[in-house]
């Protein structure tokens, strides 16, 4: 019987020989859950590049189809940090202010949004950083954290002064460093 890491590898080879072209999107959306479930985290770009130049609307499909269980869901939103595309940015902005949406995704297109289009993330997670709910605080806060610019370092500051919880604290002080 042939492994997960040996049919996966065969699947790859056969994206990457240019054969992208006679495989369905939904051939190659089960490659992405496959490669998903394999590596736990998202597949290495060029097997995103190999799924074709619809990769990003395969991902949002994956992302939307409620029958795949959501951990793999979660970690297909991590896959987006790879496409700036309109749709990527829209799904992410769309997924962080819907409360709809699981934390768990909400708080994987906070992070992933900041790796997509950096500094331009601050003022969509501000208002997140601010808010009533710890755990969308914390979320908002570690995302904001990689942003190492001087109007966060500024907003970080403020934050000291007004939040109480040890643990986002904390995460406050080591973006500062």
């Not at 997509?116 to 601050?122: D, P, Q, V």
């Not at 710890?134 to 995302?143: D, M, N, Q, S, V």
């Not at 500024?154 to 919880?165: A, G, I, P, V």
Request: net charge positive; with cysteine; charged share 25%.
């Amino acid at each position: 019987m042939i492994g997960k890491r040996t049919l996966a590898a065969l699947l790859f080879m056969m994206l990457t020989a240019h054969s992208a072209k006679a495989l369905t999107s939904s051939d190659k959306l089960l490659l992405l859950i496959a490669a998903i479930e394999e590596n736990k985290t998202c597949p290495a770009l060029p097997f995103l590049k190999a799924l074709g130049s619809n990769a990003d609307s395969i991902i949002v499909r994956m992302i939307n189809e409620k029958s795949i269980p959501a951990w793999k869901r979660v970690t297909a939103v991590s896959c987006l940090r790879h496409y700036s595309s309109k749709k990527s940015k829209q799904i992410l902005s769309s997924m962080i202010s819907d409360p709809s949406w699981d934390d768990a995704f909400r708080h994987q297109a906070m992070d992933t949004i900041v790796d997509l289009i950096g500094e331009e993330a601050f003022y969509m997670l501000k208002k997140y950083a601010v808010g009533p709910n710890k755990t969308e605080r914390l979320a908002a806060i570690k995302a904001m954290a990689k942003i190492r610019t001087e109007r966060t370092g500024s907003f970080f500051r403020y934050l000291q002064t007004r939040e109480s919880d040890p643990e986002i604290l904390s995460i406050i002080n080591q973006g500062l460093r």
